[in-house]
């Protein structure tokens, strides 16, 4: 049933239809430029050996995509509200949108119309939340990019070379009239640019991912938080299984977007292992801000004393 709403949003998603359609551009434009109508046949044989891997990282892109926008983020369990025991609790803890108690970390999505699971963030460019279940497949979605652009780069650099070398030594207005040389140059520079980009992008989520918080999260403490101190986390357990709760138990499952029976991620989602030790110092610090902020107003409160 999910599968099949997805669908329908995605013939309707402007942003989606963009991302297929850049990317088949590209892989098309790398293909006639370096491939089939190659200004030079210079390094021919090492570009040869590049596509290998590059084909490769192209179909995990596709097959990563694939899976981040038809798989379901991260839907709460029906029943989960009866564990929860304090009132007040449950009532920060409703939406009223859904009509359901919210776990720990459960953000309610406008564009999508409901509760995601462990909510990174909304991506219009895949058409769907990245949550608890699909948070795996982004990060690969984002991987696989990456090794992409790497590779076509080192490609297109290797055509690229025999252009500049004829600019330094043949006359530059005879290589104008050649139809290759400004479309090669071009797509270098968009591939660089997109790699630029990207890369900030990826690594910004491997943070995220190797401090077990969200996109969300972060958003939250700049909001709330002093942006001169660094914020505790309670959710941080460490890199190797904040990365579990992520990437799933199976190591050899890892490179690939799916999870199988041993693959899935450490944790249901719903309820989350905190780090004690960041717990007692948060607690410590919200006390101290408690009294402090008494202290200041039983201050001010106080009259003046004339001289």
Request: glycine residues 4%; contains cysteine; positive net charge.
């Amino acid at each position: 049933m999910y599968r099949e709403i997805q669908m329908q949003k995605i013939l309707n998603n402007n942003y989606l239809l963009g991302v297929f359609f850049f990317i088949i551009c590209i892989y098309i434009w790398l293909v006639c430029l370096t491939l089939i109508y190659p200004y030079s046949n210079t390094n021919t044989l090492i570009i040869q050996i590049l596509w290998v891997p590059l084909q490769i990282f192209y179909i995990m892109v596709i097959w990563s995509m694939i899976r981040c926008i038809i798989s379901d983020p991260g839907k709460v369990p029906i029943y989960w509200g009866v564990l929860l025991d304090d009132q007040e609790q449950k009532k920060r803890r409703y939406c009223l949108i859904c009509h359901i108690f919210k776990p720990e970390r459960c953000h309610h999505c406008s564009t999508c119309q409901r509760c995601v699971l462990n909510m990174d963030h909304h991506c219009p460019w895949i058409g769907n939340c990245v949550g608890y279940q699909n948070r795996k497949f982004f990060i690969l979605f984002l991987l696989y990019i990456n090794l992409s652009v790497l590779f076509g780069i080192a490609i297109t650099s290797l055509r690229v070379y025999p252009i500049i070398m004829d600019l330094i030594y043949i006359n530059w207005k005879l290589l104008i009239e050649n139809y290759l040389v400004i479309p090669t140059l071009l797509l270098e520079i968009i591939i660089i640019t997109f790699g630029g980009v990207i890369s900030n992008f990826f690594v910004f989520h491997l943070d995220l991912v190797s401090t077990n918080k969200t996109t969300i999260d972060t958003l939250e403490v700049r909001r709330n938080g002093n942006p001169t101190q660094t914020p505790l986390n309670v959710y941080d357990i460490g890199i190797k299984e904040n990365w579990l709760q992520v990437m799933g138990n199976n190591p050899w499952l890892w490179i690939f977007p799916m999870f199988g029976e041993s693959g899935r991620p450490k944790g249901d989602g719903v309820r989350w292992e905190r780090n004690q030790n960041q717990l007692t110092m948060t607690e410590q610090n919200v006390t101290h801000r408690t009294q402090t902020n008494q202290n200041q107003r039983s201050e001010m409160t106080q009259p003046q004393q004339r001289v």
